[in-house]
């Protein structure tokens, strides 16, 4: 898989977020291309990585064997327009990372048998902490799935579904989920600074705190509830801040804003796949 050659259509914050983790994990700068009309995108990849970085997209995609479309869903349909004469099925692999778009459009504007997987990652990528959840469109060998596995496995933790419909669950739920949890963050960020800690005690401590309970939680065989009912003694301070928390309706919150990430990447489907 590291000899594979990788081509990024698109350089924005997924593209450099996949491009940081695959060179951190010892990935060939060589090996990866990446393309993006923005100028600033641009020079903003060279500053940071030393791969090859390119104004045109048809340069990034002739060489590749897997061909990865970082670009906003808006973008898919004119994009995949405009390449397709210059796809070659036979021997290049398609990754789709956009939100919401199904294989059967893709697979439309694309207008060839390209072997097609959609992976829905997360920015954690970046240093290694991705999440992806793959999806093998129709023409996919065995090999090619272990590619794109072993590309994303790469930069964090993978899993498969065979149902194309789960990948708007996973948006909401991991593709989405860093910034809920950089919400999280920000919030007691503030409301340690507003009860008297100074900036960088506030900082330190909410995230060191974050990252301890994920920790434990991962390595503990109890379920988060237990873990969190272990914490949570009768009338203690924890117990008045979980009790605030539910009678607020934390819960509802949580589900009704993963339903709407959920309903956006449904809705991105329908309006974007009818062009
Ligand atoms: N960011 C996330 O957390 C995340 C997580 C999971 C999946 N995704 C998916 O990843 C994809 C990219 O998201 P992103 O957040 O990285 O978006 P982004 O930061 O906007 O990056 C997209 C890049 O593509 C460029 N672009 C536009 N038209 C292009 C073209 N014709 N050819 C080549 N490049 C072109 C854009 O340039 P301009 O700025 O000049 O338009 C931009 O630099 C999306 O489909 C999204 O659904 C993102």
């Known amino acids: 898989m590291m000899n594979s050659r990788l081509a990024f259509v698109g350089g924005g914050s997924m593209a450099r977020s996949m491009v940081g983790g695959l060179l951190a994990n010892g990935y060939g700068p060589d090996r990866i291309r990446v393309s993006d009309p923005d100028a600033q995108q641009r020079e903003a990849l060279s500053r940071n990585f030393p791969v090859t970085v390119t104004e045109d997209n048809l340069t990034c995609i002739d060489a590749a064997d897997v061909i ?84 994303m496995q790469a930069v964090g933790e993978i899993a498969w579904v065979e149902n194309e419909d789960l990948l708007d669950a996973v948006t909401g739920i991991s593709g989405s989920g860093p910034a809920y949890f950089f919400r999280i963050i920000e919030i007691m960020i503030n409301a340690a600074q507003k009860n008297g800690l100074d900036p960088e005690l506030s900082k330190n401590l909410v995230l060191q705190t974050a990252l301890g309970a994920t920790q434990l939680a991962k390595d503990s065989d109890l379920s988060a509830g237990e873990l969190r009912k272990q914490v949570t003694s009768k009338r203690g301070t924890t117990e008045a801040a979980l009790n605030f928390m539910e009678n607020s309706r934390i819960e509802a919150v949580f589900e009704d804003a993963i339903s709407a990430a959920i309903a956006r990447s449904r809705e991105l489907a329908s309006e974007l796949g009818e062009e």
């Open 68 to 151: 990865i479309t970082a670009i906003k869903p808006q973008n898919m349909k004119q994009v995949l327009i405009s390449l397709h004469h210059y796809l070659k099925p036979s021997s290049q692999l398609l990754i789709s990372i956009a939100a919401g778009i199904r294989t059967r459009d893709i697979m439309r504007w694309a207008d060839c048998d390209i072997p097609l997987i959609r992976v829905m990652p997360n920015t954690p990528a970046l240093i290694g902490y991705g999440a992806s959840v793959l999806f093998a469109g129709q023409n996919v060998r065995l090999s090619q799935k272990n590619m794109a596995q072993n590309i």
